[in-house]
């Protein structure tokens, strides 16, 4: 069951990684431009940051999908140039990368898990990529690349980075109230 607490620290992640995302709209059209689509995609992953790292700190069923339509939706606000386009995004990454977390039973959070959700949410892009920024257009072999790397980065950027990051967060102490905290808690009694 959703708290208040893990209501208002999903909202307020969503809008900094928001805010991530949209400084990452224009430094990928910046350092991107003219890459091969399959370098492009190794960029991608950082847009899923927010179904990673959300998730892994409430532990709570629906919040990566939640957190990543939130964090598209402030990417929206504050101006993105893909328009009603990154709210669609938010959608399916925030889909795939909630898959993968129902695959641990919304129970397990450890790095498989993550590396899974990020890739997943990956996939979820790349059938937008495919069906509105045009990768239907890309060759077999390299549209396979584009699918793949960008899941390869979703595991990373979306996946392993905001495990660490959480992680980090939960070594300060600033996570003590929630799921995350009392699950290791609990693993370290286990043991």
């Known amino acids: 069951m959703w708290k208040l607490r893990d209501i208002i620290v999903a909202v307020v992640l969503s809008a900094v990684c928001g805010a991530i995302y949209m400084g990452w709209d224009w430094l990928f059209g910046v350092v991107a431009t003219g890459l091969n689509p399959v370098l492009q995609a190794a960029f991608n992953g950082l847009w899923w940051l927010a179904a990673g790292l959300v998730p892994y700190i409430i532990r709570r069923p629906g919040a990566a999908l939640l957190s990543e339509v939130a964090s598209a939706a402030f990417e929206f606000v504050f101006g993105s140039p893909y328009s009603l386009g990154a709210i669609l995004s938010g959608v399916l990454q925030g889909l795939g990368a909630e898959i993968g977390f129902a695959l641990g039973r919304w129970r397990r959070y450890n790095m498989g898990i993550m590396m899974l959700s990020g890739a997943l949410a990956g996939l979820g892009y790349s ?55 009392r699950q290791v808690r609990r693993q370290q009694q286990e043991r």
Do not use: C
């Not at 059938?127 to 690349?145: D, I």
């Not at 699918?147 to 600033?174: E, F, H, N, Q």
């Open 127 to 181: 059938v937008q990529a495919y069906f509105q920024y045009g990768a239907n257009h890309y060759s077999h072999g390299v549209l396979v690349g584009f699918v793949l790397v960008s899941m390869l980065s979703g595991a990373v950027l979306g996946g392993a980075l905001p495990k660490w990051i959480g992680d980090a967060l939960y070594r300060t102490g600033s996570l003590q109230n929630f799921e995350s905290a």
